[in-house]
């Protein structure tokens, strides 16, 4: 089935750990997203890619890091730099981006934890 | 700055209710989707409709892009209707990704 996978569901960090969050999509999109939610907010923009080994920074860049080495995927690393790492996150992507009127497809997320 | 307000922010209606959602929003778009994020949190697209009116099924979307805002009709409501309802849009000009509003978070009672 083609669609977007995020990997793990669950997970839990101590705090100072670096932890990476695994995006793969097999839907033939260019353009992948990182974004973040915090109970009861609406999303927020982390990282964004439009082709491969390019990314530009969102809303919210401090403190996570991205690669695009393959157009399939788009892994995000939460360092111990993001203050608040505890939320939701989703991945998503669209075909070519979103100015010329394309639709964006959410993963299922993964839901961060840090103890 | 640049904003996307949705109203109203809870909803609590019986079954077979109708609703109407709204968003508004601060500058030009040139995308506006909405999507309904089930308790689970995944996040199904509804519509895209950064203008004109849309329906599909009991759900319907009208979007007046002159006037900067859009409004999602939800008709004969069930108990699976119940989540978030988001608005998210692409500013014209801005950077890609979509800025999403908070949200109008729905329940639907037997």
């Known amino acids: 089935d083609g669609g977007i996978t995020q990997s793990p569901k669950y997970l839990f960090r101590k705090e100072g750990q670096n932890v990476t969050l695994s995006c793969e999509q097999n839907?033939?999109?260019?353009?992948m997203y990182w974004y973040r939610q915090d109970p009861g907010q609406g999303l927020r923009l982390i990282y964004y890619?439009?082709?491969?080994?390019?990314?530009q920074k969102g809303d919210i860049a401090e403190g996570y890091s991205v690669s695009r080495e393959k157009k399939e995927s788009f892994p995000l690393t939460v360092t111990s730099a993001q203050k608040n790492p505890t939320a939701f996150y989703l991945c998503?992507?669209?075909?070519?981006?979103?100015?010329?009127?394309?639709?964006?497809?959410f993963g299922e997320g993964s839901w961060l934890t840090v103890v | 700055g640049i904003q996307v307000e949705q109203s109203p922010p809870d909803l609590i209606l019986q079954e077979g209710a109708n609703s109407t959602l709204r968003c508004n929003f601060s500058d030009s778009v040139n995308n506006l989707q909405w999507f309904h994020q089930n308790p689970w949190g995944q996040l199904i697209n509804l519509f895209y409709i950064p203008s004109g009116t849309k329906q599909n099924g009991r759900l319907s979307a009208t979007t007046v892009a002159t006037e900067r805002y859009s409004l999602l009709y939800i008709s004969s409501s069930q108990t699976t209707d119940s989540g978030v309802y988001f608005c998210a849009v692409r500013f014209r000009g801005g950077a890609d990704g979509l800025t999403f509003g908070k949200g109008t978070h729905l329940i639907i009672q037997p």
């Open positions: 890619s439009q082709i491969v080994n390019d990314f």
């Open positions: 998503a992507s669209s075909i070519h981006g979103l100015d010329s009127g394309n639709t964006i497809y």
């Open positions: 839907l033939n999109h260019d353009a």
